[in-house]
């Protein structure tokens, strides 16, 4: 990874090293077509393609999309089983062609919760990809921000009741390494489609400084020219961290 936004640099911006997607609107896609909300998430598929082909043009190294959340479980059985089956059906089918393109795939979240065929998949798709160096390709599922972060806790909790880590010494960095995203720089840039503004508790430790892109279109109907917009308007960005960039 060439730089890490741990030690960020204020000033301009230009292409993101790691762009984060909160993938959403699937449901309001099926519903405006008349249709059941399972078809707007196998529409939307078509969609991660197009992120994944948009990435791989701007020079993007990392792409994060947030597939399914902790909260998503409360989803009705009939919708949680078609987003299982999706998910293997993408990780059985995308193999070949995103080890072609050279793109590393990682499923971060609590994949012991995932159906076991969608869990057997994935896992086989982490292994034929692994070592891709064009795009790395997070797929955030049963994730959620605050899970995450008291999973982290409870590992230095740990580590402090055995005596290894003195409470004391406990810094951001010891939370970064509990993170499921240990080793990876901040996402530069969210993309959230659909027109919400929130962050549905997405990546809270991460996105501290990271730039906020709104895309109004549903996912279904994200394109490539969707994520190179995000991207030519990242360039346009002052990120500060909190510093003063400029003397006026
Ligand atoms: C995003 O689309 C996909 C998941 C959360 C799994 P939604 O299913 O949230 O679609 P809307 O927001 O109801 O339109
Ligand atoms: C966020 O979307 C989760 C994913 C995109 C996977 P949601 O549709 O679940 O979020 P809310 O309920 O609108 O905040
Ligand atoms: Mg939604």
Redesign the pocket.
Known sequence: MSSTSRSPHPGDCSVPVHVAI???GNGRWAREKGLPRHEGHRAGMKAVREAVEGAVESGVEILTL????T??WQRPPDEISALMTLLQLYAEREGSELKEKGVEVRVLGERSRLAPGARAAVERIEDSTRGGEALQLNL?ISYSGRAEIVRAVRTLARRVASGELDPDEVEASHVEGALYTTGLPDPDLLIRSSG?L?L?N?MLWQLAYTEIHIAPVLWPDFTRKDFQRAVQEFDSRERRFGRVVSST
Do not use: G, L, T, Y
Not at 66 to 69: H, K, Q, R
């Open positions: 909160i993938m959403d947030f597939a399914f959340s909260e998503n955030m919400e929130r549905s997405f």
